[in-house]
């Protein structure tokens, strides 16, 4: 368990709607990220917050949006769906801004299945 | 195009056996880590190496980071059922915050 919750564990939904998700850190983690993997792209990074504001993006969809709230948690919104918006949506979280780094490693959640039928 | 190549892809052995998992890239990374996943569960950390030419064992795992930090290989001696799962490394630029760049995964299978 690393600490990192993440909710739903799964969500099947159709095209066109709107589906948030919700991650919470591990506790003194100010670093929240998001990532999605699907089958052909593998994991790929999608925005990171540092205590409350947006601190790395990357190929993230204009139909997404994320924030992170003065609790600390997090939630990425998608909207109007697609069908391959499918995949798994992992948050992970870390101490202090620069995830990655030693003593500063990134705990990744459980993950989120998204089905989009 | 990925950022980091992570070969080979699918890796079928027999227990006892080594093998070596291999991830390249043209860009120079801060630091590079493994990752351990398992279907249905979020990836955990093995290990971060920072210093080029760095050598990290774990257990039956050595982890060794390129010495110009564009490369690193994980390398698994006797290997074991329990080593089944899949594998990624993931490497973070300079300057680009916690933006992690992963590569597309060894998927490990090791037979008894």
């Known amino acids: 368990d690393s600490g990192v919750t993440q909710t739903p564990k799964h969500l099947i939904t159709a095209t066109g709607q709107r589906v948030t998700l919700r991650c919470s850190p591990r506790s003194g983690d100010l670093s929240v990220y998001w990532y999605q993997q699907s089958l052909d792209q593998g994991l790929q990074f999608l925005i990171q917050?540092?205590?409350?504001?947006?601190?790395a993006k990357g190929n993230i969809l204009e139909r997404f949006s994320a924030q992170q709230f003065p609790d600390l948690h997090s939630e990425l919104n998608l909207s109007s769906l697609e069908l391959g918006d499918s995949a798994l949506y992992f948050c992970?979280?870390?101490?202090?801004?620069?995830?990655?780094?030693?003593?500063?490693?990134?705990?990744f959640g459980p993950g989120t299945r998204l089905t989009v039928l | 195009t990925q950022l980091l190549e992570q070969s080979p892809q699918f890796l079928s052995i027999q227990e006892g056996e080594n093998l070596t998992v291999y991830c390249n890239s043209s860009s120079v990374f801060s630091s590079l880590q493994w990752y351990r996943q398992e279907p249905g569960e979020g990836p955990v950390l093995l290990v971060t190496v920072v210093t080029g030419g760095e050598v990290k064992k774990l257990k039956r795992l050595t982890f060794q980071f390129g010495d110009a930090r564009k490369d690193s290989s994980l390398h698994i001696t006797a290997a074991q059922p329990g080593d089944t799962g899949l594998y990624l490394c993931?490497?973070?630029?300079?300057?680009?915050?916690?933006?992690?760049?992963f590569g597309q995964g060894t998927e490990l299978s090791v037979k008894p």
């Open positions: 917050y540092y205590n409350g504001e947006e601190r």
């Open positions: 992970a979280s870390s101490v202090s801004p620069s995830g990655g780094a030693p003593s500063n490693e990134q705990f």
């Open positions: 993931a490497g973070l630029l300079y300057n680009q915050g916690g933006k992690l760049i």
